[in-house]
C-alpha cells in the first residue's frame, strides 16, 4: 500500500531512461541529426572501390591491404574498373585523395561513435596542419 | 518437440524481414510502422502490468527467510539474509538485482548409486549474470546509434569493451561473452531431462530470439557490413519522430530491426517481465519484522465481538443469585472499549 508512490517513480525512471533517445532528440533541436557530408577530394571523382562498398567496408579493405602488402609482399592492388593501385594508404589515399583526416575520417567516425581508428598509432600524419590529438 | 514451433517462429520471422525489404511499401512498413508498434507496445503494457502489480494488495510480510532472524541481542541475525530494517531489505535488493542472490542458492539433484543427491549448481548462476551483464553493455553501446552527439560515457564504454582489438571492425568483448552465455542457457535446457520437462514453447521462443538478435548483429557487424552513418541517421529520425527511410536497407538490417521488434513486443506479455518484477517480488523486498511490529490487515471487516468481561457483566445478576465465581466483582469498574 504504502510502497506505491515508490513504485511508479521506479517506472517514472524506467520509462524516462528508455525513452532518452526520443526526448533527448526532442530538447536539443540544435544538433543536426543527418549525418555530416564528408570533404571529397577536387581532382580524383572515383575511389578505389564503389562508393557503397568503401561507406560499409573501407576498414576491412585497408586491413586485407596491410596483411597482403606486409605479410604477402603483394602491393599491387586491381580495382574493380580494371585500374591498379599501389596498396600504400599513406600514398594512395592520405597524400593524393583524403588529406585531412578531421575532416574525412572523423566527421563519420564521430557521428557513429566508431572508436577512433588506430591507423595513425603507425602511420605518420604529421603533414598536417589540422593534426587531432589521437 | 517444444523447440521447433518457436523456432520456426523466429526462421519464420528472419524470412519475412529478409523479403520485406524488397518493396518499397512493405520496406516502410517493416522499419517504421512495426518498431513505433513494438515500441508502443513494450511501453504501454511493461507499464500495465507494473501497475497492476502496483495496485495488488500485500497485506503482510511474507518471510521467506535464508537466515537467523532478528531475536535476542545475544543471537547474531542475518542481516542480509533476513533483515529486519528497510535498509537491510534495500541492500538483499541490491544484491538480487545486480548479482542474482537467489539463483546462487541454485542446486541440483542426482541419483548417485541408487541415493538422492543434491548438489550445487553454480553454471546457471554464472551464465544468467554473464548474460545480463553483456546484454546490459550492449544496449548501452547502442546509444551511439541513438544520441547525437555521442555521450561519453558510451564512447568510454565501446572503448573499453572493445579493447581486445582483434582486426577491424573490433571485437567485443560483451558479444563474445553473450554468444558464450546464450549458446549456455539454451543448450541447458536441452541437456538435462528434468529442465527439458519443464521448458514450455516460450522459454525457447526468449531464447531463439535473442540468439537471432546476437546473431544477426554479430553478421551484420563482421560478415554482411552496412553503412553505419546511414544507420544512425535512420535511428535518429525514428527517434525524432521524423522518419526517413533510406531506398535500401540491407536485409541482415531488416532481419535485426524485426526480432528486436518482436523481442519488445513480446517483452509484456511473457516471462521476460521479470526484468520490472524482481524488484516487486514480495519475499525478497520486504523486511521481516512480522514478529516486531504488529500488522494489521488494512481491510480487515470491524467483527463485533463479545468478550468474557461483557458477558458476565450482562448476567451479573444471575450469575450471583446462581453462587457462582465472578471474575470481577466491582462490576462498576469496568471499563469496556
Known amino acids: ?134 | 518437440m517444444k523447440a521447433l514451433t518457436p523456432l520456426l517462429a523466429v526462421l519464420a520471422i528472419v524470412a519475412l524481414a529478409a523479403l520485406g525489404g524488397l518493396a518499397h511499401a512493405s520496406l516502410v512498413l517493416l522499419a517504421v510502422f512495426v518498431p513505433y508498434s513494438a515500441c508502443a507496445v513494450f511501453l504501454i503494457g511493461f507499464c500495465y502490468r507494473v501497475v497492476r502489480w502496483a495496485w495488488a494488495p500485500v497485506p503482510f510480510r511474507i518471510p521467506t527467510t535464508c537466515g537467523q532472524q532478528k531475536s535476542l541481542p545475544w543471537i547474531k541475525p542475518a542481516s542480509l539474509d533476513n533483515p529486519s530494517t528497510g535498509w537491510g531489505a534495500f541492500r538483499r535488493m541490491t544484491l538480487e538485482v545486480l548479482l542474482f542472490r537467489s539463483l546462487f542458492r541454485n542446486n541440483r539433484a542426482r541419483l548417485h548409486d541408487q541415493r538422492l543427491v543434491l548438489g550445487e549448481d553454480r553454471y546457471l548462476w554464472l551464465g544468467a549474470l554473464a548474460f545480463h551483464w553483456s546484454l546490459l553493455v550492449i544496449l548501452l553501446r547502442h546509444l551511439r546509434l541513438f544520441l547525437q552527439p555521442v555521450p561519453v560515457f558510451v564512447s568510454l564504454l565501446s572503448r573499453l569493451d572493445g579493447s581486445f582489438q582483434v582486426g577491424t571492425p573490433a571485437v567485443y568483448v560483451s558479444d563474445v561473452v553473450v554468444v558464450g552465455a546464450l549458446v549456455y542457457l539454451t543448450a541447458r535446457r536441452f541437456r538435462s531431462p528434468q529442465v527439458r520437462y519443464i521448458s514450455l514453447p516460450f522459454d525457447y521462443l526468449a531464447l531463439f530470439l535473442l540468439l537471432g538478435i546476437v546473431i544477426s548483429g554479430l553478421l551484420m557487424r563482421f560478415v554482411f557490413r552496412v553503412d553505419v552513418a546511414a544507420i544512425k541517421q535512420f535511428a535518429l529520425g525514428l527517434a525524432v519522430f521524423h522518419p526517413s527511410v533510406p531506398s535500401t536497407l540491407a536485409p541482415i538490417f531488416l532481419i535485426h530491426l524485426l526480432l528486436v521488434s518482436t523481442l519488445a513486443a513480446y517483452f509484456p506479455f511473457s516471462t521476460l517481465m521479470h526484468m520490472g518484477g524482481v524488484f516487486l517480488s514480495p519475499t525478497r523486498n520486504l523486511a521481516n519484522n512480522n514478529r516486531s511490529q504488529r500488522h494489521v490487515n488494512p481491510w480487515n471487516h470491524p467483527v463485533k465481538t463479545h468478550s468474557y468481561a461483557e458477558w458476565e457483566h450482562e448476567f451479573r445478576d444471575k450469575l450471583k443469585i446462581a453462587k457462582l465465581p465472578l471474575e470481577n466483582e466491582d462490576a462498576g469498574k469496568i471499563a469496556f472499549d
Open chain 1, 1 to 134: 500500500m504504502s510502497d506505491r508512490p515508490l513504485i511508479l517513480a521506479g517506472l517514472t525512471l524506467f520509462v524516462g531512461l528508455v525513452t532518452t533517445p526520443i526526448w533527448h532528440g526532442a530538447l536539443d533541436r540544435k544538433t543536426a541529426l543527418t549525418a555530416p557530408p564528408i570533404k571529397l577530394p577536387a581532382q580524383e571523382k572515383q575511389c578505389v572501390a564503389p562508393t557503397s562498398y568503401m561507406r560499409s567496408s573501407h576498414m576491412r579493405l585497408l586491413e586485407d591491404w596491410r596483411n597482403e602488402a606486409v605479410r604477402d609482399g603483394q602491393r599491387q592492388f586491381v580495382a574493380f574498373n580494371g585500374k591498379t593501385y599501389d596498396k600504400n594508404p599513406t600514398r594512395t589515399c592520405v597524400t593524393a585523395c583524403h588529406t585531412d583526416r578531421k575532416e574525412f575520417c572523423g566527421r563519420c567516425h564521430d557521428y557513429a561513435g566508431v572508436s577512433d581508428p588506430d591507423c595513425w598509432n603507425c602511420h605518420n600524419d604529421s603533414h598536417q596542419a589540422s593534426r587531432s590529438a589521437p
